[in-house]
């Protein structure tokens, strides 16, 4: 979750005037902000029956992206990002473990496809102006139109296009996940020093994942097709990796509607593996859903934020050459 958090976490901005006046200008501008701003804040995240407190340090300069991110509340974690390295301090187990992250964004397919390919399956709309952290906010609604796909409610600050809140709801507006800033404080320099280990961290085992043999690539073709996606969906990267501890190939389709994604992850048979001991079914965790499926002996499994029926139906509709 923590991982996940830093990828909605949000931004302050620079003094640049903007005119904002359409869903796709909103967006664009919190894009922008996302990208090149400094702050320090705190937010609640409420979802999956849990309120987590977290404070957030982001500097944004010449250099790239710096990210702290801090658990107030419960378990005392830590996840500081440098770029694309990421280290997770874990002081119950006394361990710091590093690897490497994804790039980022708030809302990562949404600008991908312009707002008009979206239409079909959301409907985009602005509020009423609301108070946000203590900023007047305009309000950006996308609702969805069926129950393939959950719909967002985003707070935009009315000065920096900053995001102050965000809502993901269900098809029928009921709140699902909610993070919210509750202080928000925007700097023109952030030191280096908020981003390093804590000196008594360096005594932490040390797990350096990121130096683990490990290989991504795209995949241009395969043995596997899709058939009767869900409305909008459709494939947008289809990769093969090399996994930590593992020498053989695990193949990764990602599935997009332009707004929300579904990662699907194709594994071997393993020589020896009984079938009723892999896992297969749904399962749910807040608003993300998992379903893995045996597919002519081969593991499926999709991951997604979308509905539990969106990630059945696109593990349903893999199907392999030849079989």
């Given at each position: 979750m923590l991982i996940r958090l830093i990828i909605i976490s949000l931004?302050?901005?620079?003094?640049?005037?903007?005119?904002?006046?359409?869903?796709?200008?909103?967006?664009?501008?919190?894009s922008d902000a996302t990208r090149n701003m400094n702050y320090i804040g705190e937010f609640i995240y409420h979802g999956d029956g849990a309120i987590q407190a977290?404070?957030?340090?982001?500097?944004?300069n010449e250099k790239g992206e710096?990210?702290?991110?801090?658990?107030?509340?419960?378990?005392?974690r830590e996840v500081i990002r440098r770029n694309h390295s990421v280290i997770c301090v874990l002081p119950k187990e006394k361990s710091v473990m590093i690897d490497e992250s994804q790039p980022r964004s708030p809302l990562p397919t949404v600008f991908g496809r312009q707002l008009d390919d979206l239409k079909p399956y959301y409907r985009l709309q602005i509020l009423a102006d609301n108070r946000m952290a203590g900023q007047m906010s305009t309000v950006l609604s996308?609702?969805?139109?069926?129950?393939?796909?959950?719909?967002?409610?985003?707070?935009?600050?009315?000065?920096?296009?900053?995001?102050?809140?965000?809502?993901?709801?269900?098809?029928?507006?009921?709140?699902?996940?909610?993070?919210?800033?509750?202080?928000?404080e925007v700097l023109d320099h952030i030191d280096d020093s908020y981003f390093e280990v804590n000196e008594d961290q360096n005594t932490f085992a040390l797990h350096d994942v990121k130096h683990q043999p490990k290989f991504s690539e795209l995949m241009p073709d395969s043995v596997w097709h899709s058939?009767?996606?869900?409305?909008?969906?459709?494939?947008?990267?289809?990769?093969?990796?090399?996994?930590?501890?593992?020498?053989?190939?695990?193949?990764?389709?990602?599935?997009?509607?332009?707004?929300?994604?579904?990662?699907?992850?194709?594994?071997?048979?393993?020589?020896?593996?009984?079938?009723?001991?892999?896992?297969?079914?749904?399962?749910?965790?807040?608003?993300?859903?998992?379903?893995?499926?045996?597919?002519?002996?081969?593991?499926?499994?999709?991951?997604?934020?979308?509905?539990?029926?969106?990630?059945?139906?696109?593990?349903?509709?893999?199907?392999?050459?030849?079989?």
């Open positions: 931004a302050l901005v620079t003094q640049i005037s903007w005119a904002a006046d359409t869903p796709q200008q909103w967006l664009d501008r919190m977290m404070r957030i340090i982001h500097q944004a710096k990210e702290r991110l801090i658990s107030l509340t419960g378990e005392a996308i609702q969805s139109k069926d129950d393939y796909r959950y719909g967002y409610k985003l707070w935009l600050d009315k000065d920096t296009g900053l995001l102050l809140r965000s809502d993901i709801l269900d098809v029928g507006g009921n709140i699902l996940e909610q993070i919210m800033f509750t202080r928000i058939v009767n996606l869900p409305a909008g969906f459709i494939k947008t990267h289809h990769y093969r990796h090399v996994m930590p501890m593992r020498k053989d190939w695990v193949e990764h389709l990602v599935f997009s509607d332009g707004l929300a994604s579904v990662s699907v992850y194709i594994d071997h048979p393993q020589e020896g593996q009984d079938e009723d001991e892999v896992f297969t079914g749904g399962m749910s965790m807040g608003v993300v859903n998992i379903y893995a499926l045996l597919i002519s002996g081969y593991p499926v499994t999709a991951v997604g934020e979308v509905p539990l029926r969106t990630v059945e139906e696109i593990v349903r509709s893999l199907v392999r050459k030849g079989d």
